[in-house]
């Protein structure tokens, strides 16, 4: 599967906090992260192509500190990813190919263009969060 960059608000000042209050920091970011990545998987799930549903229940989110990433090992993933542009319906070009009528290839890339109100806001709360919290 392909690598979904996403770019965060504010990283830098995250970022400077973490480094000063790294317990802190790294509390309200984890946070932010499994919330984001949450999203995405809410996000991928409805849009994601299903002939067998392999690919679909494979999806897993992984976690640790200050990282996220949601993904699968499906050695077929990439080419149902990227077999045609970014948002085009399956069912137009291969009836056969889904059973998920409202599935779009590029899924990760769409869900994460969904998602990016959710994963802002929680990257805001975050900020907000650790200078709340430092400020006590």
Known sequence: MKSIN????NLEKL????????????????????DSISEVHIE??????????RLKNSMVPIFSPFKGSLGT????ARRVHDMYSVGS???HRNPTATTNMNAVAGFMV?????AKNVINNAFAKA??????ELAK
């Not at 996403?6 to 608000?9: A, T, Y």
């Not at 769409?110 to 969904?114: D, L, S």
């Not at 900020?127 to 709340?132: K, M, P």
């Open 6 to 9: 996403i770019e965060i608000k």
């Open 15 to 34: 970022t400077s906090l973490a480094n000063k209050f790294p317990k802190v920091a790294q509390k309200h970011i984890d946070k932010a992260i499994v």
């Open 44 to 53: 991928v799930q409805p849009i994601t192509p299903v002939k067998t549903a």
């Open 73 to 76: 090992k499906v050695e077929y």
């Open 89 to 91: 319906p399956y069912k």
């Open 110 to 114: 769409v869900a994460v263009q969904r």
């Open 127 to 132: 900020l907000n969060d650790i200078v709340v």
